[in-house]
Nanobody
Framework: QVQLVESGGRLVQAGASLRLSCAAS??????MGWFRQAPGKEREFVAA????????DYADSVKGRFTISRDNAKKTVYLQMNSLKPEDTAVYYC???????????????????WGQGTQVTVSS
């Protein structure tokens, strides 16, 4: 079992930077991902990191602005968000794939564990 707890979300102005953290307990060496859900919209893929940490994938909307990383010693995955825009406003969720799943995925159904989410609000 893996438990995930996100933190770091808050209200910021457009152009600001923010770092989200996802603290994991239990086994933590599978692929990890970040997703987000804006009000009235479906949850969407943001970024993913392979179990090895060598491969990443980003949604086009955040590519070049967001960076996903992990610290295995701290069992924590991060999402560094720069140049934030009002359209980045959403609840951000951390997710982990199953034990044998080391590759990245953009599909929510490929992730077995989810955090409770953290709210990011970007004002214009």
């Amino acid at each position: 079992q893996v438990q995930l707890v996100e933190s770091g979300g808050r209200l910021v102005q457009a152009g600001a930077s923010l770092r989200l953290s996802c603290a994991a307990s239990g086994r933590t060496f599978s692929a990890m991902g970040w997703f987000r859900q804006a009000p009235g919209k479906e949850r969407e893929f943001v970024a993913a990191l392979s179990g090895s940490g060598y491969s990443t994938d980003y949604a086009d909307s955040v590519k070049g602005r967001f960076t996903i990383s992990r610290d295995n010693a701290k069992k924590t995955v991060y999402l560094q968000m720069n140049s934030l825009k009002p359209e980045d406003t959403a609840v951000y969720y951390c997710a982990a794939r199953g034990a044998a799943s080391m590759s990245t995925s953009r599909m929510m159904g490929r992730y077995d564990y989810w955090g409770q989410g953290t709210q990011v609000t970007v004002s214009s």
